[in-house]
């Protein structure tokens, strides 16, 4: 022995293991106990607080599952009308008889159930969802969500302390679309995307402003969906508000040869649907200037979901 090595270190190498009387020793053979209590892994910093990461981290859920009927829409930037696109989107579809619920995943802004005039309703919000093993009933949980228009709702309030770790998102959008046709995903501009696996799997949409910087902003964050491992995304073109006319447009046509991909719509702004909104109304209707590009989208849902609607999913 190293004549450094100090005397209670060197008792600690040469002296035999003691038990107290009665409590056999351990054989070197003897399996190691498993750990009995599950600890969910600590949550993954938002991309805003990291740097780039080439990999998702380890799930909490260990199903190799993956469900078809959820579809993640997001946008380059804010204030395109993603969620409003959503909500219409949502609606289009329980009218069509598909059981739908509509999900408030952008918790930089949230307030989805104040945008649709409901936020005095009773209900669950994403705040109050609890997922200690990443898992939740869910036909318990969609009892426990506000209704609108025929579509279940859990929104987000940005005001709550709270904000969900990414095993609980992941937990809730399994739940509802375990018992739901389909679930409408807002994910606001993609935070969340990178770390929670099912809103990768299913079908992606992007909300697209019809301008030069809308645009751009498209096809950088379509970039970003790819490096993320996410199916080819469908896009809309969104016309931009406040626009003086005939300036600041850029036409389907023109979106198109640029994005090299089929863009849906366009979407037009409507003052009404504007007004209602930032009084609080919320939306009244599917707007005669969102209608055609908004059923175009729910025909691409049904046909991605029509061989799971109503049971297990499976890849299309």
């Not at 997922?131 to 279940?152: F, Q």
């Amino acid at each position: 022995m190293n004549s450094n090595t100090t005397p209670r270190v060197a008792r600690r190498i040469t002296s035999p293991a003691v038990a107290p009387p009665g409590i056999p020793l351990p054989t070197d053979d003897a399996p190691i106990p498993a750990h009995r209590y599950y600890t969910p892994p600590p949550r993954p910093l938002a991309s805003c607080e990291r740097q780039r990461s080439g990999e998702a981290p380890a799930l909490a859920l260990t199903t190799d599952t993956s469900f078809h009927n959820i579809v993640t829409m997001t946008s380059g930037h804010g204030g395109v009308g993603l969620s409003v696109m959503a909500s219409m989107l949502a609606w289009t579809l329980a009218r069509r008889e598909h059981s739908c619920a509509l999900i408030d995943a952008d918790f930089v802004a949230g307030c989805l159930d104040l945008l649709l005039g409901v936020e005095r309703e009773p209900g669950l919000r994403f705040s109050q969802v609890d997922a200690p093993l990443g898992r939740i009933e869910g036909d318990a949980m969609n009892h426990e969500l506000m209704m609108w228009e025929g579509v279940r709702v859990l929104p987000y309030d940005p005001w709550s302390a709270r904000q969900p770790d990414w095993w609980e998102v992941q937990a809730a959008i399994r739940a509802l679309a375990e018992t739901n046709d389909v679930v409408i995903v807002d994910a606001g501009q993609g935070g969340l995307i990178e770390t929670v696996p099912d809103l990768r799997s299913g079908m992606q949409v992007i909300a697209a402003e019809l301008s030069v910087m809308g645009l751009a902003r498209a096809k950088s964050h379509r970039s970003r969906l790819d490096s993320w491992g996410c199916e080819a995304p469908y896009i809309v073109g969104v016309e931009p508000r406040g626009a003086p006319r005939g300036r600041g447009h850029v036409g389907i046509g023109e979106a198109q040869d640029y994005l090299t991909a089929t863009v849906l719509g366009p979407v037009k702004p409507s003052v009404n649907l504007c007004g209602d909104v930032l009084e609080g109304l919320g939306i009244r209707s599917v707007t005669k200037g969102s209608r055609k590009a908004v059923s175009l989208l729910a025909d691409l849902v049904e046909q991605a979901i029509r061989p799971v609607s109503g049971a297990s999913c499976k890849d299309r």
